[in-house]
């Protein structure tokens, strides 16, 4: 406002001198209208943008440049009125320097655009060089047509004219470049260019006026001077243009503007430009324009020509060339507009067009036998056969892969179910034949999933969902083609619960709660992250509600991502108030067996100030006997970041003492119910104390897990375990809660603030243990 306030000021006390140059400017002696008033008006819109430039918390990079500029508009206008009337030099010096002092200002005014520009645009382009060279080329050709008729009335051609002569030249390219300015980056984030614009254009037309006067020996009217300092208050408002608005890219079709209306000019210049040994100039200019023009409309095509190969590769397969996961979608969105059009279905009709989800069964055993480059091939021969298919049916299609060995093809004219299903069975058909493979000679087979829209969907996630659920029928029953036929049966709930689980996360509605985790001497060590999901209708979930249908459609690293965002947030906050405990995040089978998840925990940790040896990872015994060579990779690449990694639920998978030795665990989780029966039970004791002598053998830590009471705990202590956890260390529990107890068993020391996420849950009634919460927790 304070700047704002400042430019105010500035022309609500130069409308007053506009005026009375405008109306009076005869009245007075010649050198108060002349010197001192004419310099003060052009000189506000300096102190004021030196105002603007001082007080402004926003960083404006052409404020320094155009104020520099501004200056040598008075500075010039000044030496060369009060040189003139004080009669130093010899005639016409005085106003010549003035007049230099003022071209010295159009660099820096030219500098001041360029930098208003360059926040908008990121880099100079070459589009943006053609652009600018084209405008400034036909506005220096609009204006050596204006200024030829002068020429020959222009005294006797001595050096003093030359720079009233440049003028106009200069105010020309200065108006093409801030126009070509506004057409690269829209209205909307430059409506400064458009404001310099007609600044510029209202200093050409005053120096348009100058120049005729002076050539034909009149006067110059003090008016024009008015005209000078409105263009410079003109000038200065502009300069309030905030940088903040960025656009990502440039303006589309309307970047295309400045070579057309400069093409139009140079047309237009070109049959009524003097003769060629009168003054080639403007013909010169025209045609340098046109070729500058053409060359950018040839630019503009290559770029046309490179988004389309861009488009399309953005939009078809890498490995087997038909159209990708994205093109699917777009298509299917087609589909369904035109669907919902023609809401009405014919007679014996089930809809207006079906989706067929494929996926190859066995094709993991493939990889894992014969390699990689034969699962490719597989993959190739599997859709020449489909694409072959489908040409023979003569029906339109649109053929995709999703990714892996999954694939969907939306069947335009299969409005039935009886016509899908012919459908189903004939690429099933195709697969009867076994591929010929480079390196094996291999069968194929497929679970096809049908579904038609509108009746099993009218959004795109629907009809996926349902044809989705067909195909995991067909797979889980043995048959090859299914229909989709709506049913409440546990796959079903879990299809439906996959969906509520992607808004969840959406809505962030998945919550931490920590699992303390204590030393043998009974001192606060850690905690255990558990994820919660706290459902808007059915309350508090727990993992074991809803983390079988995120594995099943893998959700467990969207899961992951969200739990590590929000414990590593709370451990930074510990940490920085002196609070060393460490962090506990289990990972899914799902999560190992793709290697995403160890870019997903180096983000997480490079967006918290947490060094990565306070994150251990917990990794399930199982996951280690599925897919062991993929698994065993995903971990080597998580020990590389620095983390920890403990073994889960060791007991329970049957890992050999050879995989012990060879991966890089620090710790070893026993299964809470050898913890359990350890106090009670001989065989219990004689294992935990076994894989106690173990881990410590291996330089490993031994943690027992559900730990629920007293004696339990004792004895764990006697057998050697150096951590417990479990009921009776404390009960998972909001971060408020760990933090209150973290305070205490600190003395007070720590005194930690509430946590700016929420991670805090409502009131909840004791949950009891159970087998699933133990085996499932996260």
Not at 136 to 149: F, I, M, N, S
Not at 623 to 642: H, N, Y
Request: charged letters at 20%.
């Amino acid at each position: 406002m304070q700047q704002q306030r400042s430019l105010l000021v500035a022309l609500a006390l130069g409308i007053p001198g506009y005026g009375w140059l405008l109306v009076a400017p005869s009245a007075g002696p010649s050198w108060l209208s002349e010197v001192v008033l004419t310099t003060l008006l052009l000189g506000l819109p300096v102190w004021a943008l030196t105002c603007v430039r001082d007080e402004s918390p926003v960083v404006r990079p052409w404020l320094v440049p155009l104020t520099t500029g501004l200056a040598m508009f008075p500075l010039g206008h000044f030496v060369g009125t009060a040189g003139g009337l004080l009669g130093l030099g010899e005639r016409g010096f005085a106003g010549f320097v003035g007049d230099v002092l003022v071209l010295v200002g159009y660099p820096f005014l030219l500098l001041g655009l360029l930098a208003a520009l360059a926040v908008h645009v990121r880099g100079l382009r070459l589009t943006v060089c053609l652009d600018g060279l084209t405008g400034a080329l036909a506005g220096a050709a609009v204006a050596t047509l204006a200024v030829a008729p002068l020429l020959p009335a222009i005294g006797d051609g001595t050096w003093a004219q030359v720079p009233l002569l440049a003028f106009p030249f200069l105010d020309a390219a200065l108006v093409a470049a801030s126009l070509g300015a506004l057409a690269l980056v829209g209205l909307a984030h430059g409506r400064q260019f458009g404001l310099w614009a007609v600044a510029l254009v209202v200093l050409a037309a005053a120096h348009l006026v100058q120049v005729e006067r002076f050539a034909s020996g009149a006067a110059v009217p003090a008016w024009s001077h008015a005209l000078v300092g409105l263009a410079l208050a003109l000038l200065s408002v502009g300069a309030l243009g905030h940088g903040a608005q960025r656009p990502d890219r440039l303006a589309g079709s309307r970047a295309l503007g400045v070579p057309a209306l400069s093409s139009v000019a140079a047309v237009a210049v070109l049959p009524v430009a003097p003769d060629w040994q009168v003054n080639p100039l403007p013909t010169l200019l025209a045609l340098a324009t046109l070729v500058c023009a053409a060359a950018r409309f040839v630019r503009a095509f290559l770029q046309l020509r490179e988004l389309a190969a861009v488009k399309e590769m953005a939009l078809t397969d890498e490995l087997t060339g038909i159209p990708n996961r994205r093109a699917l979608y777009l298509h299917l969105d087609t589909m369904l507009a035109l669907a919902d059009d023609d809401a009405e279905l014919k007679p014996g009709d089930d809809g207006t067009f079906a989706v067929a989800l494929i996926d190859l069964d066995h094709f993991k055993e493939v990889n894992d036998t014969l390699g990689h480059a034969t699962g490719d091939a597989l993959l190739k021969g599997v859709v020449a056969r489909f694409g072959a298919k489908l040409e023979e049916l003569e029906t339109p299609y649109l053929f995709a892969r999703l990714g892996g060995d999954e694939f969907a093809v939306v069947l335009h004219e299969a409005t039935s179910r009886n016509a899908a299903l012919m459908v189903g069975e004939a690429l099933q058909e195709s697969l009867a034949e076994p591929l010929r493979l480079p390196d094996a000679e291999l069968h194929a087979h497929a679970s096809i999933g049908l579904a038609v829209a509108p009746r099993h969907g009218r959004t795109r996630s629907e009809i996926l969902f349902a044809a989705d659920a067909a195909m995991y029928a067909a797979k889980t029953s043995g048959d090859a083609v299914r229909f989709h036929a709506p049913s409440h049966d546990e796959k079903t709930q879990q299809l439906g619960l996959s969906e509520e689980l992607h808004r969840a996360l959406d809505r962030r509605e998945l919550v931490v709660e920590y699992l303390p985790v204590e030393s043998a001497e009974g001192h606060l060590v850690g905690v255990e992250a558990l994820v919660r999901w706290d459902h808007p209708e059915r309350g508090l979930l727990l993992p074991a509600d809803f983390l079988p249908a995120a594995e099943r459609y893998r959700l467990t690293n969207a899961i992951a991502q969200r739990v590590l965002e929000i414990a590593l947030g709370d451990l930074e906050r510990w940490r920085a108030h002196g609070v060393t405990v460490s962090l506990t995040v289990n990972l899914s089978t799902s999560d190992l067996r793709d290697e995403a998840i160890v870019n997903l925990v180096a983000e997480a940790l490079l967006g918290n100030d947490v060094p990565a040896s306070a994150l251990t990872l917990d990794i399930p015994e199982a996951a280690l006997a599925e897919d062991p060579d993929r698994v065993t990779d995903v971990i080597r690449s998580l020990k590389g970041l620095g983390v920890r990694l403990a073994l889960d639920d060791y007991g329970t998978g049957g890992t050999g003492l050879a995989r012990l030795h060879e991966l890089p665990f620090h710790a070893l989780k026993l299964d809470g119910r050898f913890a359990r029966d350890a106090a009670v039970d001989a065989r219990s004791t004689g294992v935990v104390k076994s894989a106690i002598d173990l881990a410590h053998a291996l330089g490993m830590r031994i943690v027992a897990e559900g730990v629920e009471d007293r004696r339990a705990a004792e004895r764990l202590r006697e057998l050697g375990c150096d951590e417990l956890q479990g009921w009776h260390v404390g009960r998972p529990a909001a971060a408020t809660e760990v933090e209150a107890r973290m305070s205490r068993s600190s003395g007070g020391k720590h005194r930690l603030p509430v946590p700016e996420q929420s991670t805090r849950l409502p009131e909840q009634p004791a949950v009891p243990v159970t087998r699933p919460e133990v085996q499932r927790r996260r």
